[in-house]
Structure formats: C-alpha cells, structure tokens
C-alpha cells in the first residue's frame, strides 16, 4: 500500500455502522510491513517470530484456555498445508476436466450430453473398432453435424474454419479476461515466484483476482491450441492457495518470514499436481523456487504435495485412476551401446535450448521496444490463428500436446493400432503380448516420420513467438514435445537400423535377430528430458532488460547464485523514485533527547530518508539504535488511534521510561517498539567479498558501517547489487529495476 | 477482494460435496477388453459394465470368436482394465466452469461498455476529466468517481470504494505488465 493510498483514506469512524462490512474498508498498513517492490528483512521477520513463539510458550503455563491456544497455533501450519493441498489439488481436477473438454470442442461435439468430452462421450459406446478406437456415433465433428456429411473436401474444409474459429475465440477471451481483470495473470510465473519467495513484495501478484483468472484463462489458454502447457501456472496458481489461506491465521499473514515457507510448501504442492508426482514437486520446490527451506518446510511440503495428488486422485479426471500424467513401462533393458543416440539426444537438448532462449529473448525485446507490444490482444489473435491454421492438417499437432507426448512415449506393443505402430507383423506369430520381436517399420511408420519430422520444425517455430505473450503460457509441456518428437524419430532409426544391419559390429552383440532390443519411446522420454532442461536458464541469467549475458567470473559466481534471483528476474522491480540516489546521505539522526512530533513530521516530510539511526546525543554521536524509514511515519499516523492525547507537541521518546515532565504537556509518545537495538555491522575495512556472503546467507536488509566505532554509514541489498553488476561490467543503474 | 474468496470456497465445497452425495452411477464402471488380430479374425474392443471380479476375458469378451481349444490362446493375447470414471463430477464441473466463465464475461462487458455509458448519462460530460492515456482504457473513470462519493459510511458507498480501489489497483498492474512490459514469462 503506497503512501499516496495512505494520504487519501476516506475518514471513517472506526465505531462506525456495518462491521460486517469492515472488510471493505481499507486495511491500515501496520508498522513493521514493507512496502510493494522492496525486499523483507529475513532477521527482522525470523526474531519477530520467535518472540510470538516465546510469548505464546510462557502464556501456555497458566491456564488451559491458553494451553490449547498453543497447541493450535503449533498445529495451524499443518492446517494451513492441507487446505492448500485440498484447493490446488481441486482446481488442478477442475482444469485438467475442462482442458479437457474444451480441446474436444473444437473438433466436435457429443450429442447425448454437451458437457463429455470425445472419450468420455464413447466410453459406453459398443460401436468402437480396433482400428477407430475413437470413433462413436455419439460424437459427432461440426461438418457431420451441420452438413451431415462426414467425409469429402467440404467437411474438410468446414472441420477446418471451425477450428480455427473455436481457437480464436478462446484466445481472445483469456487475454481480453488477463488484460480487464488480472494482469499478473499472464506468463507462467515461476520466475516472479522465485523472487517473491527470495523475500521480494509484488502486491497483487498471489491475490484472489489474479488466482480466479488465472485458473479460467490457464484453460482458455491451452485448449485454444497453442503450444504452450499448464504446469507452470498451476505452481502460480498453488502459491496463490498458499497466499489465500496464509490471510487465515495471524501466524502467517502477518509474519512475511513465515509465509514464504507456506509458499515454498504450496509451489511443491503445484508441481505434485501437474504431474502426478509429490516427490517431483518437493524437489522442484527445494532446488529451483525456494530460497529458505529449513528441514520443517520439507516434510510440510511433502505433506501438502500428498493431500493434493490424493484429492486430484479423488476427482479422477482421467477416468482410470491415472494419476501420472505419462504412465509408461518399458520391459526391454536398454544397452550401453544405446549411451551414443543418447547423448546426441542430449547435444539436441542443448542446441534447442539454446535456440530457443536466443530466439525468445530477441522476440521479446522486439515486444518490448517495437509497436509489437502495443496491441497484446492482437498479437495474441495473430499468433493463435497462425498455430491453428498450420496445426490442423498435421495430424500430430492437432491434438494436445499432452495427448502427443504421451503417444510419442508409448512402447508399441500388439494393441497398438496407430500410425507409428504400424510395423509388418508376422502373421504366424503367436508370442505373448509384451515380447515382440523387432520388426521392420511399415507404410504407417514412414508416414508417420514425415508428418512428426514437420511437427517438431513447427513447435520449435510458433514456441519461440508463443511465449511472452499476456496469456497464462507453461514452458513444461511445449519442450518435453519438442524432445520427444526428436527422440522417436531417433529410436526409429536406431531400430530400424538394428533391424537391417544385425551384421553390424555394432549391433552384433547387443541385437539378436529375432529379440527385441530398442524401444523409440524409451529415445522418446530421454528426448523430453534433455530438452526439459534447457530452456529454463534465462531465469537465472538474463537481465531484467533482456540483455546478452556475459560470462561471469568464477570467483563471483558463488556470491551470485543467492541474489541472482532478485537480480535476474523480476522487472517488476519499479525505479526507485523514492529514494535518493547517489551523493545525498540516506539516513538522518534522531537523538534520545526528547524531540516533539511536528519536528519529526516536519523532517519525514522533508525528506524521504532510508532508516534513521538513533543516537544518545548529537554531541556524543553514540550510537543507539536504527529505525527503520517506512516505519516512523506510520508510527506517527497511527498513533492517535493508540494512544489518546498525543498532539503535535507532544514529546516523542526512544528509552524505556518516559522523560519527566510537567502534567500540562501533552501525552508523550513512546517509539521504543520501532527502534531495532541490535542492527548488523560490519566496519569499513572488511572485504567486499565478506559482506556480499553475509547479506546472502543471512538474508539482511541493510548493514551498518562503522569506522573506529562510530557510524560511518549503510550499505543496502541493492547497494550490494549495482556493486556486483558493476564487477561484471553490467550497467549498474538498471539495478533500479531490481 | 473477500467476496471472491467467498464464493470460490462456497463452490469449492459444493463441489466436494456434490462428489460424495451423487449416487454411483452404474454405467460409470466398465471393463475394456483389447484384443488384436488373431489369425484371421480382426483385432476387437469389448466393452461391459462389470465389476473388478468380473473383469477378465472369459466374462467379457462375448460371442467368443474363437472355438473351445483357441479360447485360451485368444484371451491370453487380450488384455482387460478396469476403469471407473464419476459422470456427475465431470457434469458438476463444467457446468460450473462455464458458468462462471460467463459472470466474468458478463462482468467484463458491464466493465467496459455499459458503465462508462451510464456514468456519463448520471453525471454529465462536463463533470468528467479524463487523461490523455486513459481513454479506450477499462476503469478509466476510476479517479473520477471517487470524487463524486458521498462521504456517508453507508453500505453502497462501501462496496463502491472498494470496487474502486481495486480497480486502481488493476491499472497500476496493467502498466506494469502491458504498457512496460516488466513481468517475465
């Protein structure tokens, strides 16, 4: 809440009428809350918290009332983490039902009931064929159903327009709901989320308007046909949950230390449901999101990861108890020979992550300098017709992608009837389901090559100008397909190579004629995991102006790897017209001599100071404490509603007693409570090196400097920031933006 | 904004709810047999509401194309699930997607159309001030009407400064996102 919000609250009786309404009025910032774009104060928040904790154990011996006050409140963390599993894990069911359904749309529609989608819609059916699993006269393609002819270059051509129509329309309503309602909806919000859980302030980015839209328009999104996926706005989606019932206990919501180990705890929670795994997200949380994970915040992850899967199991949106989203088995043994398509696998991965962080990062500065990023919606239109239009004929990219990765992963075995499982079968074979020998590949496989070969140019294209635009957009689901595509097509060739050259040195000892030896879906997932890691680099590296990275000195590194996250990711990070910069001194003393309100008014108006220190006199200049610069106004403002009877003249006070004065001054003011006694210091001659690992490892705010026990002066976070960008040669002035 | 809140947690609970009352439906259980091409009979899929015991070759796969002594070999290349789905979650769900997908689409039509509409008609042109860069924007009147408020605490006037603070708070996100392009994706 900015100080412009706080000069402009209407003046409203605090006995006023309606307290069930309260919660409409404007919630008066408390002292010791941060403001939007600035970072928190880890020490300040984790002694704050132990005291609660303290004060909450010694009230626990008197009286059993408070004794279960403190079991509740040891217990509320727990509570907190199976509401969130139980919302993330219903809306993740939600979305994954109306993806769903909404992807089938565009093709056709069932007749018997609107609301299935094309497997739903044949389940009963017994009109099913081996070859058309699919097909059922319940459901029915928008030509059959309005011309009544299924077949032919008309229905074609009408499948074809209303396709492209349907995705034009989702699209348009998921930017337009982004764009009127919540902005920070829009991307995938892994990288804002990394820095609000590395102790950044981006007010409004987990609130309930930004998880209600998102949740719609991450649906809109998806089934429109874009390539993009939906695992990392289900994260932004969970960390909103987290944010949503932190409000519910005064434990978190006021202790911003504390909420971010709920939001570390729900980002986990985020990925279980995406994919199925409580132990993927765990991990995901720990390494990639969190910057402060204690031993307590894992098991509460894990906890929560758990409730969410089982209440996603309870919605079973895949209709046979499947939970992973890509199931497979394999029941070859793969061979050490197979180690050399592996790591080309691995070589691809790298290029195209390459490929695609140089690509997207230009695009995007195109976006952002260009007349591009003027008209969003229609960019947002352009692009999703351009994707529709060349996805329909390519059978492969017409269906989801999620559908594609997991044919791509499927081990061929006799069930199979698809295109890429189309090899020449022996007719006389009569071996059990799962042991087939290797065969060589028929018309279908060839087919298939072809049309996958175009699939994988295309989505590595439309990806490129895919992401960055104002619609939630996950980055997971495109790179995995892009990887598995790769991957089939070299299992393929591998096989059928294996195949035609048993003679082969190669192959001679690994590939008896006759036995199977290489699975193209096992190629196919070590494909989506090589090119899963690719493209997530820029968020560690890439400035928030879209900068060329250079390379880094190895020494600083280290130093950087705990800030970079501030420092990397989120431009959301407005110049600082607050503060001043440069020669001007950023802090100013108060003295323990008593001093009168208006002249501490009058030096908070004057000036927009940093923190004040507190001293014992202007003549000793002993140094007593800091204070905080949002701090003292707030505490000022919000004084009349504390304390009756202080005034303008009053006195304002830092000891612990107050100073003796005649009964017809006016009350004094104690601000005892804001001046912080115990600030961190470090003197003028200790190394850069030292201090920058100190602000990293203890997650300070500020630190002191004195010289010859005297202050000297005060390095801030971002002072600590423009002097690393300077050591790397970046233009330290654009760290106003971190 | 509490009410939004509200309303997700009311839905969220209907739909928990919903889950547990709705009866079993019992064509919402099946067993699917997969059998590929034998010989010269082609490849089938059979399909039968039948419970998890029953769920094997022998019970579903009727008329048996093969006779007394290939049955064995027949089904032992068939292979059989069983999969339960609940049709009511899913009828439950997208109702209530669509549904609230069209109040938001209606809010947002009230937001853009309607009301810059009738606020002009209630307060007349020459009371509106609006900025350069604000116009075709939505809530672009945000600042205007809070000028106009009356200052008795009544319930009305409540809902319509919060509605307003909240629409400032939504212009100050569209700057950021759109016009400086500041949020990473």
């Known amino acids: 809440i900015s100080p412009a919000e706080l000069a402009s609250t209407p003046t409203e009786e605090p006995n006023g009428s309606g307290h069930l309404m309260d919660f409409l009025d404007e919630p008066f910032p408390d002292v010791g809350t941060y403001e939007d774009f600035h970072t928190i104060d880890w020490l300040r928040e984790k002694s704050r918290d132990t005291d609660r904790h303290r004060k909450i154990t010694s009230?626990?011996?008197?009286?059993?009332?408070?004794?279960?006050?403190?079991?509740?409140?040891?217990?509320?963390?727990?509570?907190?983490?199976?509401?969130?599993?139980?919302?993330?894990?219903?809306?993740?069911?939600?979305?994954?039902?109306?993806?769903?359904?909404?992807?089938?749309?565009?093709?056709?529609?069932?007749?018997?009931?609107?609301?299935?989608?094309?497997?739903?819609?044949?389940?009963?059916?017994?009109?099913?064929?081996?070859?058309?699993?699919?097909?059922?006269?319940?459901?029915?393609?928008?030509?059959?159903?309005?011309?009544?002819?299924?077949?032919?270059?008309?229905?074609?051509?009408?499948?074809?327009?209303?396709?492209?129509?349907?995705?034009?329309?989702?699209?348009?309503?998921?930017?337009?709901?982004?764009?009127?309602?919540?902005?920070?909806?829009?991307?995938?919000?892994?990288?804002?989320?990394?820095?609000?859980?590395?102790?950044?302030?981006?007010?409004?980015?987990?609130?309930?308007?930004?998880?209600?839209?998102?949740?719609?328009?991450?649906?809109?999104?998806?089934?429109?046909?874009?390539?993009?996926?939906?695992?990392?706005?289900?994260?932004?989606?969970?960390?909103?949950?987290?944010?949503?019932?932190?409000?519910?206990?005064?434990?978190?919501?006021?202790?911003?230390?504390?909420?971010?180990?709920?939001?570390?705890?729900?980002?986990?929670?985020?990925?279980?449901?995406?994919?199925?795994?409580?132990?993927?997200?765990?991990?995901?949380?720990?390494?990639?999101?969190?910057?402060?994970?204690?031993?307590?915040?894992?098991?509460?992850?894990?906890?929560?990861?758990?409730?969410?899967?089982?209440?996603?199991?309870?919605?079973?949106?895949?209709?046979?108890?499947?939970?992973?989203?890509?199931?497979?088995?394999?029941?070859?043994?793969?061979?050490?020979?197979?180690?050399?398509?592996?790591?080309?696998?691995?070589?691809?991965?790298?290029?195209?992550?390459?490929?695609?962080?140089?690509?997207?990062?230009?695009?995007?500065?195109?976006?952002?300098?260009?007349?591009?990023?003027?008209?969003?919606?229609?960019?947002?239109?352009?692009?999703?017709?351009?994707?529709?239009?060349?996805?329909?004929?390519?059978?492969?990219?017409?269906?989801?992608?999620?559908?594609?990765?997991?044919?791509?992963?499927?081990?061929?075995?006799?069930?199979?009837?698809?295109?890429?499982?189309?090899?020449?079968?022996?007719?006389?074979?009569?071996?059990?389901?799962?042991?087939?020998?290797?065969?060589?590949?028929?018309?279908?496989?060839?087919?298939?090559?072809?049309?996958?070969?175009?699939?994988?140019?295309?989505k590595i294209v439309i990806t490129i100008f895919t992401f960055g635009m104002k619609i939630p957009s996950g980055l997971f689901i495109p790179s995995m397909a892009v990887g598995a595509i790769a991957g089939r097509i070299v299992g393929i060739a591998v096989e059928q190579m294996a195949y035609h050259h048993h003679d082969w040195l190669i192959f001679k000892n690994w590939c008896r004629p006759g036995a199977d030896c290489v699975t193209p879906g096992l190629y196919a997932m070590v494909g989506a995991a090589a090119c899963l890691g690719e493209p997530r680099r820029p968020q560690k590296r890439s400035s928030p102006l879209l900068r060329q990275s250079r390379p880094e000195k190895r020494s600083r590194k280290k130093g950087l790897n705990g800030t970079s996250r501030e420092e990397s990711t989120p431009p959301t990070l407005a110049t600082d017209e607050r503060g001043p910069r440069g020669k001007a001194p950023l802090w100013a003393f108060l003295t323990q001599d008593p001093t009168r309100v208006e002249e501490l008014e009058a030096l908070i108006k004057d000036t927009d100071y940093k923190g004040f220190r507190v001293v014992i006199s202007r003549e000793s200049e002993r140094f007593m404490g800091f204070v905080q610069g949002r701090d003292l106004p707030l505490a000022i403002r919000k004084s009349p509603f504390k304390q009756d009877g202080v005034v303008s003249s009053s006195v304002v006070y830092f000891t612990e007693d107050a100073p003796l004065l005649p009964p017809t001054n006016p009350q004094p003011l104690k601000l005892r409570r804001i001046l912080n006694l115990s600030p961190f210091t470090v003197t003028d001659h200790t190394p850069m090196e030292t201090v920058v690992d100190i602000f990293r490892k203890l997650g300070l705010r500020q630190c002191l400097v004195t010289r010859s026990g005297r202050l000297l002066g005060i390095i801030t976070k971002k002072d600590v920031l423009r002097h690393m960008a300077q050591m790397m040669n970046q233009d330290p002035e654009s760290i106003m933006f971190n | 904004m509490k009410s939004v809140f509200l309303l997700e947690a009311f839905s969220v609970a209907c739909f928990v709810l919903l889950n547990q009352v709705t009866a079993k439906n019992s064509e919402d259980i099946r067993c699917k047999c997969i059998c590929p091409p034998y010989r010269d009979i082609e490849g089938q899929i059979y399909k039968q509401n039948v419970s998890l015991k029953d769920c094997n070759c022998l019970h579903v796969v009727e008329p048996m194309p093969v006779d007394g002594k290939d049955v064995e070999a027949y089904c032992l290349r068939c292979e059989c699930k069983f999969e339960e789905r609940s049709s009511a979650t899913i009828k439950v769900t997208i109702i209530m997607y669509l549904s609230i997908l069209g109040l938001l689409l209606l809010y947002m039509v009230y937001l853009t159309l309607l009301e810059p509409m009738l606020k002009r008609r209630l307060f007349g042109h020459s009371q509106l001030i609006q900025s350069d860069d604000d116009v075709g924007q939505p809530f672009a009147n945000a600042h205007n009407v809070l000028s106009h408020s009356h200052s008795r605490p009544n319930m009305l006037n409540k809902v319509e400064h919060a509605q307003q603070r909240w629409r400032r708070q939504v212009q100050e996100q569209r700057k950021s996102v759109f016009d400086r392009h500041v949020v990473l994706s």
């Open chain 1, 59 to 458: 009230k626990s011996k008197e009286s059993l009332w408070e004794l279960i006050k403190s079991l509740l409140d040891a217990w509320s963390g727990w509570v907190v983490m199976l509401l969130i599993g139980l919302l993330s894990g219903t809306l993740a069911g939600v979305i994954d039902l109306a993806v769903d359904w909404m992807t089938d749309l565009k093709e056709g529609v069932c007749l018997t009931a609107f609301w299935y989608s094309h497997e739903q819609c044949c389940w009963t059916s017994n009109e099913t064929t081996f070859d058309d699993r699919d097909k059922c006269p319940q459901w029915q393609k928008w030509a059959e159903l309005m011309t009544g002819h299924a077949e032919g270059a008309g229905a074609y051509v009408l499948n074809y327009l209303l396709y492209v129509m349907w995705a034009l329309l989702f699209s348009f309503l998921a930017v337009s709901l982004v764009r009127v309602f919540a902005p920070y909806a829009c991307g995938s919000g892994i990288p804002e989320i990394k820095t609000i859980l590395s102790g950044f302030i981006i007010r409004g980015y987990l609130g309930k308007w930004t998880l209600l839209i998102k949740t719609v328009t991450l649906v809109l999104a998806v089934s429109s046909g874009l390539s993009l996926g939906k695992e990392g706005p289900l994260v932004h989606v969970a960390c909103c949950c987290g944010n949503l019932f932190c409000s519910l206990f005064s434990k978190y919501s006021k202790n911003e230390g504390k909420r971010r180990e709920v939001l570390s705890a729900a980002a986990a929670a985020g990925v279980s449901v995406a994919f199925g795994a409580p132990i993927g997200g765990v991990l995901f949380s720990l390494e990639e999101v969190s910057y402060y994970f204690p031993l307590k915040t894992l098991w509460r992850s894990f906890f929560a990861a758990l409730v969410a899967a089982f209440t996603l199991r309870a919605i079973n949106p895949f209709g046979n108890s499947r939970l992973v989203l890509f199931y497979v088995e394999y029941h070859t043994p793969w061979y050490m020979a197979e180690l050399v398509p592996f790591i080309l696998l691995g070589v691809f991965g790298g290029l195209w992550g390459t490929l695609f962080i140089r690509a997207n990062i230009a695009w995007c500065r195109r976006r952002k300098t260009t007349l591009l990023g003027k008209y969003p919606v229609l960019e947002v239109i352009a692009v999703t017709g351009i994707t529709a239009v060349l996805a329909f004929p390519n059978p492969y990219t017409r269906r989801s992608t999620s559908e594609l990765i997991s044919e791509l992963f499927n081990d061929c075995g006799a069930l199979e009837s698809s295109q890429l499982c189309d090899y020449v079968n022996n007719p006389n074979m009569s071996r059990p389901v799962d042991d087939i020998p290797d065969r060589p590949a028929g018309p279908g496989v060839y087919n298939a090559l072809w049309q996958l070969a175009l699939a994988l140019v295309f």
